[in-house]
């Protein structure tokens, strides 16, 4: 076999790819760290690339359900369709947080399967790379041996990396921030920040004043230092609290891409973390 040609949902998958295929992987992101994954049109030009793709490399946990399904569909692609060895989903090699034990979706979009943000955490992508090495090797068996090598290149480098966050991160330890939407439960649960409150009540629906307002009682009583919204979310929410109560805004890029500094996954990190020691001083 030639390249694996991917088709990846997301800048971070799409990233992951590379690192891990180098020159025997032809990767494609079908959105940028710009536009909202909830939120995807499925366009003529993404159903061309999923036609083409030997391996869709996604987040899955139905982040891409309004529109991934609808590309596999009109791809006509058998290696991609769900029980191909070509459709890989991310989030399947993760332990999901935040599942919903009642699921009514009257209450937004609501994550049913849990919470898909997983490329919040380092560790996250840390077994979500290995899983997707074993795939590489698995599809292009004459090339294992490289992709082999490449995943314990990558391991070592990212866990020296996440050393180093981790020591740069102490001073945020327990820092009390509020979050537009539900994005960040794993870099929290990572960093052991604390989430005192969620402007998006129902996930994915902008606020209505009186939710702003509860959110503003609540910080009477708890209140926070930071408010973190995502580089691709519009930020009135966020700006009408920061107008409100003069805590520090922090727009995070959320994935590559999502600002000019994030521009691999490692600066990703780095830019995070930078942020919010900036913000937290
Ligand atoms: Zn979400």
């Not at 899955?60 to 191909?84: D, R, V, Y």
């Not at 991310?90 to 209450?107: C, E, G």
Request: proline content about 5%; some cysteine; overall charge negative.
């Amino acid at each position: 076999m030639a390249d694996i040609n991917i088709f990846a949902c997301e800048p971070e998958w799409a990233s992951l790819s590379k690192e891990l295929g180098g020159d025997n992987v032809t990767v494609f992101s079908a959105t940028t760290g710009l536009q909202d994954p909830h939120h995807i049109q499925a366009r003529p030009s993404l159903i061309a690339k999923a036609r083409q793709a030997d391996l869709l490399v996604c987040t899955g946990a139905e982040l891409e359900i309004g529109w991934l399904p609808l590309l596999q569909q009109k791809s006509g692609n058998p290696a991609i369709q769900t029980s191909s060895n070509g459709y890989f989903m991310a989030s399947s090699y993760v332990r999901l947080t935040d599942v919903p034990t009642v699921i009514d979706r009257s209450q937004g979009d609501v994550h049913a399967a849990g919470n898909p943000h997983i490329q919040t955490s380092p560790l996250n992508i840390l077994n979500v790379a290995q899983a997707l090495s074993k795939r590489f090797q698995d599809l292009d068996s004459t090339n294992a041996a490289i992709y082999e090598q490449r995943w314990q290149d990558f391991s070592q480098r990212w866990q020296l990396a996440i050393n180093k966050w981790q020591q740069l991160a102490a001073p945020l330890k327990g820092a009390s921030i509020v979050v537009q939407h539900n994005s960040w439960g794993y870099l929290f649960d990572w960093l052991g920040l604390n989430k005192v409150a969620e402007l998006e009540v129902k996930p994915g629906v902008p606020p209505t004043v009186d939710d702003l307002n509860n959110v503003l009682n609540k910080l009477k009583a708890t209140p926070a230092k930071i408010v973190i919204n995502a580089a691709y979310q519009p930020s009135r929410a966020t700006d009408w609290l920061v107008d409100k109560t003069g805590i520090t805004k922090v727009t995070l890029p959320f994935t590559i891409g999502g600002n000019a500094e994030s521009t691999n996954l490692f600066s990703l990190f780095d830019d995070t973390i930078q942020r919010l020691l900036d913000a937290n001083k």
